[in-house]
């Protein structure tokens, strides 16, 4: 069975400060990884995924994430938080089949 | 443009009345997932499918039904709603081949959502 933990289910931070959003995993297998985001009564939409090849992950709006085996974590990480950033975070985990397990989410809030 | 269209975006209901939300997807994807949001609780995933007429329960099947007879329509029957089924709904779909390594990696697209409140 696989599932997915995101410590803190609600972060803020000050604009302009760095971004850490925590997600720890387990999979029997290696996984696939995911973070998807999700606007104000929008559905989500994926920031970055990691399948394997690179360990350090680039997404869309500066957004990244480092796989660590050792650590079985996935954190997602921007340097500078934007206002525009605030929405809700979700870290999923996949493997070969068909299961997507998602996290409970992240709501992240940015002051100005 | 592609999409997941998801249709009503807002109901609400009284318990036991029969309801349908329709999922229709223009990508010609052939796995298509329904996923229930609630606070703490992340996405879970109710029914998949991974082609017509292929589908089978994911963690939170009870109380719903699926069907799909057509490639692009995934339509989620709750044939006698009650109040702990008041969520938000949201349709995915994505591909099921790959050119190399699983389907998992594939990326899902998702519908805007149906906030559904049963009173």
């Known amino acids: 069975a696989q599932s997915v933990t995101q410590l803190g289910s609600h972060v803020s931070v000050s604009e302009g400060a760095l971004v850490l959003l925590r997600c720890n995993y387990s999979?029997?297998?290696?996984?696939?990884l995911f973070w998807y985001v999700q606007y104000p009564n929008q559905g989500l939409q994926l920031l970055l995924k990691?399948?394997?090849?690179?360990?350090l992950v680039k997404g869309i709006n500066g957004f990244e994430a480092e796989f660590k085996k050792s650590e079985t974590s996935f954190h997602l990480t921007k340097p500078s938080a934007h206002m525009s950033d605030a929405a809700e975070y979700f870290c999923?985990?996949?493997?070969?089949?068909?299961?997507?397990?998602f996290g409970g989410g992240t709501r992240l809030m940015v002051k100005p | 443009e592609a999409q997941v269209t998801q249709n009503p975006r807002y109901l609400i209901t009284v318990t036991g009345k029969k309801l349908t939300v329709t999922c229709s997807q223009n990508?010609?994807?052939?796995?298509m997932s329904w996923y229930r949001q609630d606070p703490g609780l992340g996405l879970r995933q109710i029914y998949y499918?991974?082609?017509?007429?292929?589908?089978d329960k994911g963690d939170v099947p009870e109380g719903y039904k699926v069907s799909r007879k057509e490639k692009r329509n995934f339509p989620l029957i709750l044939e006698s709603p009650s109040p702990n089924q008041t969520s938000l709904y949201f349709c995915?779909?994505?591909?099921?081949?790959?050119?190399?390594?699983?389907?998992?990696?594939?990326?899902?697209?998702f519908g805007a959502g149906s906030r559904l409140t049963v009173l």
């Open positions: 995915a779909s994505r591909y099921s081949h790959t050119l190399k390594g699983s389907s998992g990696a594939n990326v899902l697209t």
């Open positions: 999979s029997s297998v290696p996984p696939y």
């Open positions: 990691y399948t394997s090849a690179a360990t």
């Open positions: 999923a985990v996949s493997n070969a089949g068909n299961m997507l397990t």
């Open positions: 990508m010609n994807h052939e796995y």
């Open positions: 499918s991974m082609n017509v007429e292929v589908t």
